[in-house]
């Protein structure tokens, strides 16, 4: 099987910075493009940024400039740097990845637990 589990949510103040980092273990083969996700209370699920394995990234417009994007490939993981958060960005972050287990054609999507970020205004 394959595991995401992500960590470094937390409670900060608006201004203030975060790193999140998602580490993928199990069976894996390849993994393709990574990326937050994040849900805030009563609303729906939404695309924060992602990854490609090449290296493309592509971010909401409510953290392109704040937030960035990256990933280990040698460690299977990916990160998120957040800086001057604001209290909108409070949510439970989860992180995603396409990935290509041994054995087993074609990718599929995994998900990471969710880790709760909390900006105090």
């Known amino acids: 099987q394959v595991q995401l589990v992500e960590s470094g949510g937390g409670l900060v103040q608006a201004g203030g910075s975060l790193r999140l980092s998602c580490a993928a273990s199990?069976?894996?083969?390849?993994?393709?493009?990574m990326g937050w996700y994040r849900q805030a209370p009563g609303k729906q699920r939404e695309l924060v940024a992602h990854?490609?394995?090449?290296?493309?990234?592509n971010y909401a417009d409510s953290v392109k400039g704040r937030f960035t994007i990256s990933r280990d490939n040698a460690k299977n993981t990916v990160y998120l740097q957040m800086n001057s958060l604001k209290p909108e960005d409070t949510a439970v972050y989860y992180c995603?990845?396409?990935?290509?287990?041994?054995?087993?054609?074609?990718?599929?999507?995994?998900w990471g637990q969710g880790t709760q970020v909390t900006v105090s205004s």
């Open positions: 990854i490609t394995g090449g290296g493309s990234t």
């Open positions: 995603a990845a396409e990935v290509q287990r041994y054995s087993v054609s074609g990718y599929r999507d995994y």
């Open positions: 199990g069976s894996i083969f390849s993994i393709n493009t």
